[in-house]
């Protein structure tokens, strides 16, 4: 049985946490479950010469700032691009994609690192710590006492990988979630999922409101001035999907207003804001720079076994796991 | 049998949730177990003409801010005087304490609210929160990646009721707990209680160091130069105990020089800090305003529940519940 090549996507510009090297899928293939065919890893950077060339013997790509318009004309041995990250927009429209190329992400691996950042965030927001973190600016000894955060309810728009580990997040603090996603159900973690149309009458409900959405055309903008001002007074709210979900000056507006008690935002558009741009100063916000859901411990070798998993699976002809929906584009 | 009396001492200027009313005191009684005495609640303001009158057909008192030189001169029936807060330096010397009169705190109640404050305190240092802060005042988008807290150490000083509700949170995490108190040895959440000789010595082993410590003369100023130097480089640091346990200037300067990577204190010395006083403005430090403890929805009905339950074991001659050491002082 001939080894089924793998290319690894490098690229100058990542965090250190993200680039895979030898060491990485050596330790990767010797972790891997008996059954797997053999596989060697060649890595290019996206900028080499040879990298189509390359990479028309490979079954797989493993990436994440992917040449697209070079794997456009790539055909032969492709069937799988493993992206390294959860949002796929910086990849759409998916026109490029060649035929019989699945697309798949990493959503799911952020699980354990997610949950406790909401555990942060969440309690953060119970807490008023952006109140007290902007009275500290400004020299004010402005008390607000809370209660323990159980029995609050967080609205989560979004239940997929990362709207499932905030859920966690909430219920391990005893807080009643509520999931918002296209068609209603059970899902894990949550105490109910509405839809859409149900989320705009209920959105007062919530204590803090949590978006983990993709940033589709769909969902761009989400969150706007009516929908803050549909949210309970003295609500929080946390963007831990992209920047784009939010009309930024209607957050800003809304925090000035104190229609919100804080917000938390792991994502802008863009990242990172330019400078002097408003979302700096906003009262009662606090920013942090995309840095939530990766645990430098774990990242590349979760991505790494996802990778090898979803290539048994193309092998032996099973369902692949994380495959993006081109027409939903997440 | 007559009705023991107890004096609750009012005072204006006290937050709302510290407040105890007639209504608080009858729900007291509803809930209280059978066998207690029959108990008669009294209300005054420490600035009534006829306090010490009252007080001195009075059992118990209970209260914060307790006008010491009038009891000073109290004799008669007064037995216990029951704290609403933890610490009793703002009553310290003791020489005003009549003879016969127990001291009591209401450190335990404290618990569950500081064990939830604590885990998002720890929660928040591990991932850099402070620096993020700084950092977004300065329009910087300065990435630091965590992993899980899991498997770090946190180094409580203090194993009382504030001690063990920060271990409780730290151990919640996966946190490994090194307690600190004069006498060393087993204690329920902490995996080793070490002296004040030894902590000096494993300072470096802490990720992060917290303070619960009472404050007396042997505590204040505890965290100074050579404290935060023996601390490993960028761990964190908390204070939730007083103002006066830590040598400002010293705290500021090991976060101007990134020896710490960052603090979250809920006291300081004064409260609040004066206008234009330098710890404002410290980098990587977030000033809550005395309420880490204080849960509003349970305060005044927990101090009333622990007031009952000594008015009882003194009735029936039992030892009394978190009775101050006045050596000690604490």
Redesign the interface.
């Known amino acids: 049985m001939t080894a089924q090549r793998v290319l690894v996507c490098t690229s100058d510009g990542q ?1 250190a ?1 993200f680039r895979m090297d030898p060491e990485h899928t050596r330790a990767a293939l010797a972790r891997a479950p008996a059954g797997l065919p053999p596989i060697e890893f060649v890595f290019r950077d996206i900028d080499a010469p040879d990298f189509a060339e390359v990479l028309q013997d490979c079954i797989a790509l493993v990436g994440w700032m992917i040449p697209n318009e070079t794997i456009r004309t790539v055909r032969g041995a492709l069937r799988l691009i493993q992206l390294s990250g959860a949002g796929v927009d910086h990849l759409a429209p998916f026109d490029w994609l060649p035929p019989g190329v699945s697309l798949c992400n990493a959503s799911t691996i952020h699980g ?2 997610l949950q ?2 909401s ?2 965030v969440l ?2 927001l119970h ?1 008023q ?1 952006p109140h ?2 902007t ?3 400004a ?11 159980a029995g609050t309810t967080a609205m989560i728009f979004g239940t997929g990988g990362l709207g499932q580990a905030v859920a966690r997040a909430a219920k391990s ?1 005893g807080m009643i979630t509520i999931g918002v996603r296209r068609t209603p159900g059970p899902a894990t973690s949550f105490d109910a999922v509405i839809g859409q149309e149900e989320a705009e009458l209920r959105l007062g409900e919530a204590d803090v409101v949590v978006l983990t959405l993709p940033l589709t055309a769909q969902t761009r903008g989400r969150a706007d001035a009516a929908f803050f001002s549909r949210m309970k007074p003295e609500a929080g709210f946390v963007n831990f999907g992209r920047g784009g979900l939010v009309i930024e000056a209607d957050l800003i507006a809304a925090l000035e207003a104190r229609r919100l008690c804080g917000a938390v935002i792991d994502v802008t558009d863009p ?3 330019p ?3 408003p979302i ?1 100063n906003a009262p009662r916000l ?6 939530s859901c ?5 990242y590349v070798p979760d991505v790494l076994d996802l990778l090898l998993d979803n290539v048994g699976r193309l092998v032996e002809g099973r369902a692949l796991r994380n495959v993006i929906d081109l027409a939903r584009a997440y």
């Open positions: 965090s946490i354990p690192k406790e950042w555990v942060m309690l953060m807490a710590i007290f973190i009275a500290q600016r020299q004010l000894w402005s008390k607000r006492h809370t209660s323990t955060i603090l990242e990172p804001p400078a002097g741009a700096w606090v920013i942090t720079p995309h840095v990766d645990d430098p411990a774990t």
